[in-house]
């Protein structure tokens, strides 16, 4: 099975940017989609961006012209350029991806805060 892990989080100023990776051990190139979720106060996760094998893109309203989710599948890594960052934003995100099930990355913390 695939296993994913994220980087690049961290502590960010209100207003500042932040780039995260998912690098996948194997291929993503057949996943149907991907995905970062960020987990809320109920420790539930909440899609923030997906992203499909087509190219397709959707985001959560949250964060629509801040944020952009992508993917290189050359380098087997999904990108998400976070900007213009707000405190609300902060949590834990997790990479995703599916294939008919979800495939989960351990997380990476982001804190926006001043």
């Known amino acids: 099975q695939v296993q994913l892990v994220e980087s690049g989080g961290g502590l960010v100023q209100p207003g500042g940017s932040l780039n995260l990776s998912c690098a996948a051990s194997g291929s993503i190139a057949s996943m149907y989609s991907m995905g970062w979720f960020r987990e809320n106060a109920d420790k539930q996760r909440e899609l923030v961006a997906g992203i499909t094998g087509g190219g397709n893109t959707n985001y959560d309203d949250s964060v629509k012209g801040r944020f952009t989710i992508s993917r290189d599948n050359t380098k087997n890594t999904v990108f998400l350029q976070m900007n213009r960052l707000k405190p609300e934003d902060t949590g834990v995100y997790y990479c995703?991806?599916?294939?008919?099930?979800?495939?989960w990355g351990q997380g990476t913390q982001v804190t926006v805060s001043s």
């Open positions: 995703s991806a599916f294939d008919g099930q979800y495939i």
